[in-house]
Each structure stands twice: as C-alpha cells, then as structure tokens.
C-alpha cells in the first residue's frame, strides 16, 4: 500500500506565508497611487514660465508686511514700465523691482520635487505661504508662485505654482521678497505716467474743470481744440511725475482714517488720468488741523489719495502746486 503524503507543519506555514505575501504583492500593485509621469530631464529644470513673464499689466505681492498691488503703465506691458502702485498707497513704484523679481525667478534651481498633495501643502507651509507673488501678463493670462517653508537647516524652500501638480523644493529665491515692505518697493514719487498709453488729463480744481489735455495722434490739444506746445506738455508730465511724498500714512487708526476721510470730502485738485489700461483719479486737499495722535501736519500740508481713500501720502505745499497748472502754460 502507496504511503500517503502529509506535508510538515513547517511546510504548511511557509506555504500559507507565500500566499499571503503573494496577495499583499498583488494588492499593492492594484491599490498603489501612481507617481506622475515626469521627463527626467526636467525634473530639475526651473519650473516658472517666465518667458510668460516677459510683458506684464498687474503684479500682486503678498508676504507679512500685507499685499501690494502694482500696475503697469506701459502699454505694451514691458517690464521696465513704469509701474504704479495701486495698493496700499499710490505711490510709484521703483525703477528696477519688477525687473529684478522676473530675473530672480528666471534663475531659481530645483532640488528635488514632492506631490502637490493636502500633507505636503501642509507640511511645506504652502497654506499659509510667506510668499505670493500673483502675475496677470498681455495676454491676460494669470501665473500665481506660492514660496512657503523655508528650511534653515539645509538653506532650501519650496515653491507652487499654478497649473503644475508638483510642489519643488528650491534653493531661496535670490531676493528675499518675503520680507519686502513699502520702503523697499516704491521710490518717494508719487506718479508713474507714461505718456505714450495717456489718452487724457484732466485737472479739476474746485470751480471745475481747470486743464484738460487730449491726444489726437501724435499732437496734444486742450478741451478747446487749440494745439498745445509738445515741449511744454512733456515738461508738464515730467514735473508731475516729480512730484515727491513727504511722508507715507498707513496702518491708520479708525479715529484717524474718519479725520482723513472728512479732509478728502472736498478736495481742492483732483487728477484724471485715462488710458489704455483704464482711468485713475487721484484727489489732493489741505489738511485743516492736525490727525488725532500725530503731530506731522505743517502750516501748508497737503494730502493725496485715490477714490478709495484706503491709504494716503503727504505733499509739501511746494510740490502741490503742479495741481494749479493752468492751460495758457503749455501753449
């Protein structure tokens, strides 16, 4: 009679642990989530399209000191504008940030890249980023680059960017944007004009309209039709866009940000400034008294803001005088 074969017990155990293994083989290779596919060869490279970024209209930054918004006069969009702030203050922007911005993007080097998934927003700190710089270009076309943590420990940070599903890790941006305030983006300048996008100024004094200035091709006429002097024009804008800030108010108190408001409830100048961007209006007063808690306002100090009053820049009264030009000037 044959002998009937009977496995071991340590036989049965391993085969019943192969099994399992086998199973656990399978269920990973089903249920494991897919790494997204990626050239190799640009894995490293930078990742910010900024040739997108060669002619821009608006720039947002936000980092801790709060979020600025500038415009750009040019009407082509180059970067060399110039370039107006918008918020908080209207104040001109300086010459060369916006330039220098787009070159240190250009030149941002890749470590190492993480998927752009809610633990690693997270971890990386790209919820609360400490910087956003939000740009919109001539084409209209919005790119948002979020810089979040940034590790001491190995000098490195890590950036998102709108439309890639990739969060990357980077050597730090060569200006350190995130901690950028007013004094280190705008000049003392007030205005940023640019005359080639200008269509019309206009001046309105408190009888009315004071100046009106329109372009017909490539002549300036005033409100009557009469053509006005090219030099004495360009002089005209050029001494406008001097015209300098003696001191920058913000982060006003609720009883302070009342006073100003009822100074600016009858301005002595308002300006007018249409283009192919859109119409800006700036209104000057004289401040009457001086603002609960400061003691900043000399005998002829004048102030000037934007429709929405939410911040506002001192003018001597030697520089708010431009405001008075009167039309018999630029004949």
Known sequence: MKAIFRPSLSTVLVAF????????SLFAEVFESQTPEVDVAQIYANPVPVAELQRLRTLKLTNKHG????????PEGVLSGPWQMLEPQALRLKNDVVTKIVDALNVIRVRNFHRLEPINVT?????NPTLTLSFTNASNKTVEVKVGLINPIDNSAYLSLSGQDQIFQIDPIEMA???YDLAQLVESKVLALNAESLQSLEIYGDSGLRLKLLRKED??????????????????????????SSLILDKLTPEQQTFMETQFATPVWSLKLISGQGVRTYHVVKING??????????????????EKQSFVLLDGAEAKIFATETPDLR
């Open 219 to 244: 002549l300036w006429i005033e409100q009557n039709g009469g053509v006005l002097s090219e030099t004495k024009v360009r002089r005209f804008f050029e001494r406008l866009e001097a015209t300098r």
């Open 17 to 24: 642990f192969f099994l399992i293994l086998l199973f656990l």
């Open 67 to 74: 979020s600025f918004v500038f415009e750009n006069t040019d």
């Open 290 to 307: 001086q603002i609960p808690g400061m003691n900043v306002i000399k005998s002829d100090t004048y102030a000037l803001s934007t429709d």
């Open 123 to 127: 971890s990386f700190s790209l919820d």
């Open 177 to 179: 944007l995130e901690s």
